[in-house]
């Protein structure tokens, strides 16, 4: 999966949509648009924006009447966020861990975890484990 990279601005618009579920431009900016003193036409511009990037599906209430709603859930943004972070620091995620383990920065409980994680991956994805 390509990294997904949103702006401030689309964060928070998807996440008051993951959040919230099927919004309209009027239902955003009034639960973030007034607190972060934006105009309607902002939320407008963005909305469109990202139904133009595939963010956000569109549904068509009436003429005048759009609702928004996110056609990624948040659990695919973060994987693709930490995915393309985990790329660009560190050339992947064993080298991440390789040097917190270097550093000390990983307690001997997470060390557990991070096994019976491999352990639970290779069992269900190998049928077996070594």
Avoid: C
């Amino acid at each position: 999966m390509n990294e997904l990279k949103l702006t401030n601005t689309e964060r928070m618009i998807m996440e008051v949509i993951w959040r919230d579920g099927e919004l309209s431009n009027t239902e955003i900016f009034d639960r973030i648009g007034e607190a972060h003193d934006w105009s309607r036409h902002m939320v407008k511009f963005y909305t469109k924006t990202m139904a133009d990037k595939g963010l956000l599906g569109v549904n068509q209430i009436s003429e005048r009447k759009i609702k928004y709603f996110p056609k990624l859930t948040k659990e695919q943004y973060l994987a693709s966020a930490a995915d393309g972070f985990l790329r660009r620091n560190y050339r992947g995620l064993s080298n991440m861990v390789a040097g917190l383990i270097d550093n000390e920065k990983v307690s001997r409980e997470e060390i557990d975890e991070l096994e019976r994680l491999i352990h639970d991956f290779k069992e269900k994805n190998d049928g077996s484990v070594d």
